[in-house]
């Protein structure tokens, strides 16, 4: 086995906690955007046919892998919701409302910053990342003090494919001189990080602290500060 020079890391539920739910938090401002355009939808209304098209589009990415921006998802949900085409400014106000009011979800982790800091020393650093918001994934790196840390960013919103299409995992091996075989990916999740990495011969360290897949012991990760000594043995 070639020694490690390389790790690739997620973003969201490796590097920060977050939720999944686009419902769970509270979403009354993005309601305000909503009504003030002309909706006639009660709150709950709108967190219901908002989930039903934020699924349509997971369900067509997860098929084609073709990732989707969160503009593309706003514009199509106000031109339901609003029998038609939405303006430039309502798409960018309740993008960036909606965001905000989401962003409530995302938990910074303690530890993380001097982790990737120490990691850097000795290892070349990138993210691979699936998300609808390059900006909103660049605005967290800053402000956590760890962006100089990536030689690369790739977000699946920019190169155009998600996890675990083989191509974005290749394309940041290449952006970082990178080989497979002597890099390591870091994730949470089982299909997008561990099943994507494999699939083009690379290991995948897989933060699975409650056991539920099937991987390797030598490949499980109950914390993400665990990395460290998973390198240490190799």
């Given amino acids: 086995m070639s020694p490690v020079t390389h790790l690739l890391f997620d973003f969201f539920g490796t590097l920060?906690?977050?939720?999944?739910?686009?419902?769970?938090?509270?979403?009354?401002?993005?309601?305000?955007?909503?009504?003030?355009?002309?909706?006639?939808?009660?709150?709950?209304?709108?967190?219901?046919?908002?989930?039903?098209?934020?699924?349509?589009?997971?369900?067509?990415?997860?098929?084609?892998?073709?990732?989707?921006?969160m503009d593309q998802v706003v514009t199509g949900f106000l031109s339901r919701v609003l029998a038609s085409q939405p303006s430039a400014a309502l798409v960018d106000g309740f993008r960036d409302t909606y965001l905000q009011e989401w962003n409530k979800g995302v938990k910074y982790i303690e530890g993380v910053a001097e982790l990737l800091a120490e990691l850097t020393q000795g290892y070349t650093l990138a993210l691979v990342t699936n998300t609808n918001s390059a900006e909103f994934v660049q605005s967290h790196l800053q402000t956590m003090g760890i962006k100089d840390y990536f030689s690369v960013v790739v977000t699946s919103v920019e190169y155009g494919k998600r996890k675990p299409h083989a191509s974005i995992f290749e394309y940041a091996l290449k952006a970082t001189g990178g080989q497979k075989q002597s890099a390591v990916h870091v994730g949470d999740s089982f299909a997008a990080d561990y099943l994507g990495a494999r699939g083009i011969g690379m290991r995948c360290l897989l933060i699975d602290p409650l056991v539920k897949h099937d991987v390797p012991v030598a490949d499980r990760l109950a914390h993400i500060l665990d990395v460290r000594q998973i390198l240490l043995a190799g």
């Fill in 16 to 69: 920060v906690e977050y939720s999944e739910s686009r419902i769970e938090r509270g979403y009354e401002r993005s309601h305000e955007v909503l009504v003030s355009s002309g909706a006639k939808l009660s709150y709950r209304e709108f967190l219901e046919r908002w989930s039903v098209v934020c699924r349509e589009f997971d369900l067509q990415a997860e098929t084609s892998q073709d990732e989707y921006s």
